[in-house]
């Protein structure tokens, strides 16, 4: 397991010698990237977030999203899987789940979430799913029709959102199996971007596990998905679109050094316009991580704007990579928009943010709602 002083170097050199080489065939062939997030688990950046004394790297929020901005820099669909996983095991350290986090401090487990259902789509924190206890009174029967669970079918676990069982409260959490009878991954995920991602419907249908695989308390769901998971998931988010943009920053400035204006004898780069769209780029990428290291500090220091960061930060780096990408995509001109430039791919991956629940329309209410002292989940 890499220190976290050391995690770098690490997560460095696994980019370099696995992630970015299979980054194309992954998005071309829409397949998870295994052989990637294998590696990962190897080499211990899938633990460096599981407590110390569970075997983990007992690494934070900061070192999460600095490894899914340089993997969003390189292959999204990767970014996303560990960005997921990150997220869960927030849930199961929150949880004092020793047995699986060690579990994942050893590279042996791929954990991820499974709240968005088909009901209530992307109001995640309405489930529709239930939790009914069975005959035996040891363990509950689940059933449920989820709609967009990253790593489907490839996790070892979910971290499974549901109904509660007796107490009030609008969700309980659990931890689910992915070898469990009854669950069934509903076909292939072929979508715009992330394309190896995996984020595939799954249902179940009488699953059962055991009581003691609640993370939290029966009805306290919810509480523990904002207080844990959800920092987690927005600022990772917001992290690998900050890592898409400076890749498509450094894109278009080989694209302007390495292409000529052959009758006038000078290269793009040479060019007052193509020069400004570049500086636009490397600007915005630089002004996204500047507000995720904000939403960072803030939650560290348990500052009073720490939510209102968090909930700005996914919502705002999304819609900068989605306009970055338009922007390379001009800058590039047809080059950009052939399948086999870098720029085409993340211009499809910049898209996902939008639509990813908590989505940007969700977000942009959230932040309302706080900056008016309302409630964020209501009628009101």
């Not at 590279?107 to 489930?127: D, Q």
């Not at 020069?275 to 290291?293: F, K, P, Y």
Request: charged share 20%; net charge negative.
């Amino acid at each position: 397991m890499p220190s976290q002083e050391s995690y770098r170097d690490t997560l460095l050199r696994v980019i370099n010698e696995v992630v970015a080489p299979g980054a194309t065939e992954v998005d071309a062939s829409a397949k998870f990237p295994r052989v990637q997030i294998d590696a990962l688990a190897a080499a211990g950046i899938l633990g460096l977030t599981v407590p110390a004394d569970c075997g983990g790297g007992g690494a934070g929020l900061r070192a999460a999203a600095d490894v899914v901005r340089e993997l969003g820099s390189v292959c999204a669909s990767t970014a996303m899987v560990v960005t997921m996983h990150y997220a869960a095991v927030a849930a199961l350290s929150a949880a004092g789940d020793k047995e699986t986090l060690s579990a994942v401090a050893a590279g042996t487990h791929l954990s991820t979430l499974a709240f968005s259902e088909t009901g209530s789509r992307s109001h995640f924190w309405v489930p529709l799913s239930t939790a009914a206890v069975d005959g035996d009174g040891a363990s509950v029967r689940l059933d449920a029709s989820k709609s967009w669970v990253t790593s489907a079918g490839h996790a070892n676990s979910y971290v499974w959102s549901s109904r509660p069982v007796s107490a009030d409260g609008l969700m309980t959490l659990w931890r689910v199996p992915a070898s469990a009878d009854g669950l069934t991954v509903e076909g292939p995920f072929d979508g715009l971007g992330l394309r190896g991602n995996s984020s595939s419907p799954v249902s179940a249908a009488g699953v059962r596990v055991p009581l003691t695989a609640m993370i939290g308390a029966d009805g306290a769901g919810l509480d523990l998905a904002l207080a844990a998971v959800l920092p987690y998931f927005l600022i990772c988010s917001a992290a690998m679109s900050a890592g898409l943009i400076r890749r498509l920053a450094e894109e278009t400035a080989a694209h302007l050094q390495r292409t000529r204006y052959a009758h006038l004898d000078q290269s793009l780069a040479q060019q007052a316009q193509p020069r400004a769209q570049l500086a636009r780029l490397r600007i915005e990428a630089d002004r996204t991580w500047a507000l995720v290291t904000a939403a960072l500090d803030a939650v560290e220091q348990g500052r009073e704007d720490a939510q209102l960061l968090v909930l700005e930060v996914k919502a705002a780096a999304g819609e900068a990579a989605a306009e970055a990408a338009d922007l390379a995509l001009r800058a590039g001109g047809g080059s950009a928009y052939r399948k086999e430039s870098p720029v085409e791919r993340l211009f499809r991956d910049s898209r996902a943010a939008r639509v990813m629940a908590p989505t940007t329309d969700h977000l942009h209410d959230f932040v309302g709602r706080a900056l008016l002292g309302l409630p964020l989940l209501g009628e009101v």
